[in-house]
């Protein structure tokens, strides 16, 4: 699981720094970068904070931080065929502008 980068790419896309988004989560710039780089796991109250912040459900950004280690052995082929397709539908309803 990559919940961290999976926290830092959407807090950069929505154009969003470190610092600032430390402060909206209310917590320290380190921390936050701990978060990001996955060296800290958040705890669940701080990751639905976060998720909000970021405008996401929260089971979004659990679905989109899991990686191909997450998923048991007979349903790795299945990971591998849905997960594309799967993460860009998320990233056009939650990602992307819609005014582009």
């Known amino acids: 699981m990559n919940i961290g980068q999976v926290i830092k790419d959407f807090r950069k896309q929505k154009g969003i720094k470190q610092g600032e988004f430390a402060e909206l989560c209310q917590v320290s710039q ?3 970068s701990l978060i990001e780089s996955n060296q800290k796991e958040p705890n669940l109250s701080l990751l639905k904070t ?3 912040q970021l405008e996401i459900p929260l ?3 659990f ?3 899991l990686d191909e280690s997450d998923v ?3 349903k790795k ?3 591998k065929i849905l997960e594309p397709s799967l993460k860009e539908l998320i990233a056009q309803i939650y990602i992307d502008d819609p005014k582009s």
């Open 63 to 65: 679905f989109l931080s």
């Open 72 to 74: 048991p052995e007979q």
């Open 77 to 79: 082929e299945i990971f």
């Open 30 to 32: 380190t921390y936050l």
């Open 59 to 61: 089971p979004i950004l």
């Open 50 to 52: 976060i998720a909000e």
